[in-house]
C-alpha cells in the first residue's frame, strides 16, 4: 500500500515503527483481538486479512470439550454488554488439531489462550499447545468470571494465580511468552501482577470483564442463566486504563496487552498512554466486524500526529510527563 498505513490490505510500514513486543515475541502492528470475542478468527477473516493486526488472541480453551452456561447467556448493559457464556469450547486437543492449523495456513501471528480449573489442568493445557508449532505467545487466563465456582477464579487469590504460572512456566521453558490474564475485581492488582511475574509470567493481559449482574424486571429475577455474568464495553474503559496504570507504575519493565472498552483509536491510545505495550479489541468487533483494523488504523495516525516517533515511545507516557 503506498501510504504504509496498517489495515486496509497488504502493506510495508514507512519510517514510523508501529511494532511492539510481548516478552520475546515480536509483533508488526500493536492492535490484537480480545480473547472470547473473536473465536479462533475465521468469522473476522471475511472482513479482513488476519496477517494485518498483531496477532488472533483465541478464545480461552479448555481441556475437555465445554457446553458453558445455560441461557440466556447475554444482555445488553449501558454502554457496554453482560456475558455469561461459560468457557464453551471443542477441548484442547479438537481446537490444536483444527483452529490453530488454520489460522497458521493464513499467516496469522496466533496467541491461545487457555484456562483450567487446577493447576494442574493449566500444566496440562500448557505441555499440548508447547508441542504445537507456530505460536507466538500463551496467555493464561486465570481470571474468566463465568465459571459455576468463583472461588476458581484464580486470580483472585496471590497464592493460587502464582502456583499457576508457576506450573506452567515449568512446563513449557522459556519457549514461549507467558501472559497471565488478570481481573479487576480484586483490592490490590499491582500485588497480584508482581506475584505472576515473579512466578515466571513475561507479560500481563489486563483487563477481563468486571463481574456484573441484570435483573429481569418481568421476572424479578437474574437475567442470565448462570446469574452473573462479565461486563465489558466502553463502560469498563476507565477501570482499564486505572489498572494498567497503576501496575505500570509498580512494574514498568513488564509488557501489559491491554484491553476493555476499547472502540477507536483515541481510546486504544489512552491505554498505551497508561503503560499498553499492546492493545486488545473485543466488544467493539460485534457491532463492526472491521472494527480492529478501523481502531489499528486511527492509532496509526494519532501516534504520528502527535508527534512520536515510535509505537514504543508512547509506552507509560503519562507517567513521564507526570513526573515533569
Given at each position: 500500500?503506498?501510504?504504509g498505513?496498517?489495515g486496509?490490505?497488504?502493506y510495508?510500514?514507512?519510517?514510523f ?15 490484537f483481538t ?9 468469522e473476522?477473516?471475511q472482513f479482513?486479512?488476519?496477517r ?10 479448555m481441556n ?7 441461557t440466556p ?8 454488554m453482560l ?5 464453551q469450547g471443542p ?5 490444536l488439531?483444527k483452529?490453530?492449523?488454520?489460522l ?10 487457555i484456562a483450567?480449573?487446577?493447576?494442574e489442568?493449566?500444566a ?8 504445537v508449532?507456530?505460536?507466538?505467545a ?5 481470571s474468566c ?5 468463583r472461588g476458581?477464579?484464580?486470580a483472585?487469590?496471590p ?9 506452567v512456566?515449568?512446563?513449557i521453558g522459556?519457549?514461549?511468552p ?6 479487576p475485581d480484586?483490592t ?8 505472576v511475574?515473579?512466578?515466571?509470567a ?8 468486571v463481574?456484573?449482574?441484570?435483573i429481569n424486571?418481568d421476572?424479578?429475577r437474574p437475567?442470565?442463566g448462570g ?5 465489558s464495553g466502553p ?6 486504563v486505572?489498572?494498567i ?15 476493555g472498552g476499547?472502540?477507536s483509536?483515541?481510546?486504544?491510545l ?7 505495550s ?5 466488544t467493539a468487533?460485534f457491532g463492526n466486524?472491521s472494527a ?11 501516534l504520528?500526529a502527535?508527534g512520536f ?10 507517567h ?5
Amino acid at each position: 500500500m503506498a501510504d504504509g498505513r496498517p489495515g486496509s490490505g497488504r502493506y510495508t510500514l514507512n519510517t514510523f515503527d508501529f511494532s511492539t513486543t510481548l516478552g520475546n515475541a515480536f509483533f508488526n502492528t500493536p492492535i490484537f483481538t480480545a480473547s472470547g470475542c473473536a473465536s479462533s478468527g475465521k468469522e473476522l477473516a471475511q472482513f479482513f486479512d488476519l496477517r494485518d493486526i498483531g496477532a488472533v488472541v483465541t478464545k480461552s480453551v479448555m481441556n475437555k470439550p465445554r457446553y458453558g452456561r445455560p441461557t440466556p447467556r447475554m444482555a445488553e448493559t449501558p454502554s457496554g454488554m453482560l456475558n455469561s457464556i461459560g468457557l464453551q469450547g471443542p477441548g484442547i486437543d479438537a481446537f490444536l488439531a483444527k483452529d490453530v492449523p488454520w489460522l497458521i495456513e493464513q499467516k496469522s501471528r496466533v496467541i491461545v489462550s487457555i484456562a483450567g480449573e487446577t493447576v494442574e489442568e493449566y500444566a496440562t493445557l500448557a505441555r499440548k499447545v508447547r508441542s504445537v508449532a507456530g505460536i507466538s505467545a500463551l496467555e493464561v487466563n486465570i481470571s474468566c468470571p463465568n465459571v459455576e465456582n468463583r472461588g476458581l477464579v484464580f486470580a483472585c487469590d496471590p497464592d493460587a494465580s502464582r502456583r499457576v504460572i508457576d506450573g506452567v512456566r515449568r512446563t513449557i521453558g522459556g519457549e514461549i511468552p507467558i501472559i497471565a490474564k488478570l481481573s479487576p475485581d480484586v483490592t490490590n492488582l499491582p500485588e497480584i501482577a508482581r506475584g505472576v511475574v515473579d512466578a515466571g509470567a513475561d507479560a500481563l493481559a489486563l483487563i477481563n470483564t468486571v463481574l456484573g449482574m441484570v435483573i429481569n424486571l418481568d421476572s424479578m429475577r437474574p437475567h442470565l442463566g448462570g446469574k452473573t455474568g462479565g461486563l465489558s464495553g466502553p463502560a469498563i474503559r476507565p477501570v482499564a486504563v486505572r489498572a494498567i496504570y497503576q501496575v505500570h507504575a509498580a512494574l514498568p519493565n513488564v509488557p501489559i496487552l491491554g484491553m476493555g472498552g476499547v472502540s477507536s483509536g483515541r481510546d486504544a491510545l489512552e491505554l498505551i498512554l497508561a503503560g499498553a505495550s499492546g492493545v486488545s479489541v473485543g466488544t467493539a468487533s460485534f457491532g463492526n466486524p472491521s472494527a480492529v483494523i478501523q481502531i489499528q488504523r486511527e492509532l496509526h495516525d494519532l501516534l504520528i500526529a502527535k508527534g512520536f516517533p515510535s509505537l514504543k515511545s508512547a509506552i507509560g507516557y503519562a507517567h513521564r510527563v507526570e513526573e515533569e
